[in-house]
């Protein structure tokens, strides 16, 4: 073997060697998960098939070597019950971004959930996910869709932290009320406009997450500013979770306040949830019960309180499979309109049977 060819052949090696390791791989996962259910939205009573958030996404990563790795994640929501695209068209709003880890961490563009949410409210609706008609409709997200810039930190003796910034772009927000309040139908009653639409003026997420056996604890925090033609309005979230496991026992709760300070009003809010779950073998027993207190300041007066609860039984048929039903029930004060209602004091309750697969 001549010299040259030997030097062929070992750029050769070393390319090929090049190539392997920035070998990608792609993922295909997704939730199709259906209710049939009997509802009632105020006085008006309905049979209904529902989707729960289901949706399909694909996952890649690529390893570029010495540690440092490039991924993308897409998640696109349909409707379940109809095979339609959520909204009208299938797009991938649910979920979109393009990252890059190492052992510094994970920096993520695009548009995803804040960490805030994740680490608090989401993280004790165990029963489905905190989708469908038993959602949590009294906790309050602040931050405005995509347009994210995320950094996560690597795992620190379980602690994990996470910092969102929200580009503003000089997009239009649109509230379902005048400054995006929780609860559909303030504004009509309050204020005196259904929707008003602002200028984003650029978002702020931090979050802090603690899991280490049986104990788990969360911390966010979310601060947003909207411009509008009539007054300039800023909002602030603040959420704490605690969650305990005791053998087939998990125990959590969460309490969140809430606060809108904008040139023509101020207005603050306290939420809170607690959420268990028993299991025993492929049975799963869930109950929660959330409180959002009226709000204060220059609202102070109006029946803006609800509650809400849940009763839920899960039956595992495998570890991607469930049959399930709950109960779920929304009580509004006269002058708010919490959950799938489009009043002013109506109350929503629904009773539900469903199959979820995850894929």
């Given amino acids: 073997m001549t010299k040259t060819t030997r030097v062929m052949l070992a750029v050769l090696a070393a390319c090929g060697a090049s190539a392997a390791m920035a070998q990608s791989s792609v993922n295909v996962y997704g939730r199709v998960n259906t209710t049939v259910e009997h509802q009632k939205i105020g006085s008006e009573s309905r049979s209904a098939m529902e989707s729960n958030s289901s949706f399909i996404?694909?996952?890649?990563?690529?390893?570029?070597?010495?540690?440092?790795?490039?991924?993308?994640?897409?998640?696109?929501?349909?409707?379940?019950?109809?095979?339609?695209?959520?909204?009208?068209?299938?797009?991938?709003?649910?979920?979109?971004?393009v990252n890059l880890s190492g052992n510094f961490g994970t920096v993520r563009l695009g548009k995803f959930y804040v960490g805030s949410y994740l680490a608090t409210a989401d993280y004790i609706s165990m029963h489905n996910h905190d989708t469908g008609t038993s959602a949590d409709a009294l906790y309050a997200y602040v931050f405005p869709d995509g347009n994210q810039l995320s950094y996560r930190s690597p795992e620190f003796g379980g602690v994990t932290a996470e910092f969102n910034y929200g580009f503003g772009e000089k997009g239009q927000r649109t509230g379902d009320s005048a400054v995006g309040l929780?609860?559909?139908?303030?504004a009509s009653t309050v204020i005196g406009t259904a929707k008003i639409v602002g200028e984003h003026k650029g978002a702020f997420d931090a979050a802090l997450n603690y899991n280490n056996g049986p104990l788990g604890l969360g911390l966010g925090y979310t601060q947003a500013k909207t411009e509008a033609a009539a007054f300039d309005v800023k909002e602030q979230q603040l959420g704490l979770r605690a969650s305990?496991?005791?053998?087939?026992?998990?125990?959590?709760?969460?309490?969140?306040?809430?606060?809108?300070?904008?040139?023509?009003?101020?207005?603050?809010?306290?939420?809170?949830?607690?959420?268990?779950?028993?299991?025993?073998?492929?049975?799963e027993f869930h109950a929660n019960v959330g409180r959002a207190q009226s709000y204060k300041g220059d609202l102070d007066g109006y029946k803006t309180s609800a509650?809400?609860?849940?009763?839920?039984?899960?039956?595992?048929?495998?570890?991607?499979?469930?049959?399930y039903g709950y109960f779920t029930k929304i009580s509004n004060g006269d002058d708010i309109g919490y959950g799938p209602v489009t009043n002013a004091g109506d109350n929503f309750r629904s009773i539900a049977v469903g199959v979820r697969h995850l894929f």
């Fill in 57 to 97: 996404g694909f996952r890649g990563t690529e390893d570029l070597g010495n540690g440092l790795k490039a991924g993308f994640q897409l998640e696109g929501q349909f409707n379940s019950d109809d095979g339609s695209g959520a909204g009208g068209a299938f797009n991938f709003k649910r979920h979109s971004e």
């Fill in 182 to 186: 929780p609860g559909v139908s303030l």
């Fill in 244 to 283: 305990y496991t005791i053998n087939s026992l998990t125990l959590g709760a969460y309490y969140q306040y809430y606060k809108a300070d904008a040139d023509v009003f101020d207005t603050k809010r306290h939420a809170y949830r607690l959420a268990a779950m028993y299991t025993m073998g492929a049975s």
């Fill in 307 to 323: 509650t809400q609860w849940t009763l839920g039984y899960n039956y595992n048929l495998s570890k991607r499979t469930k049959v």
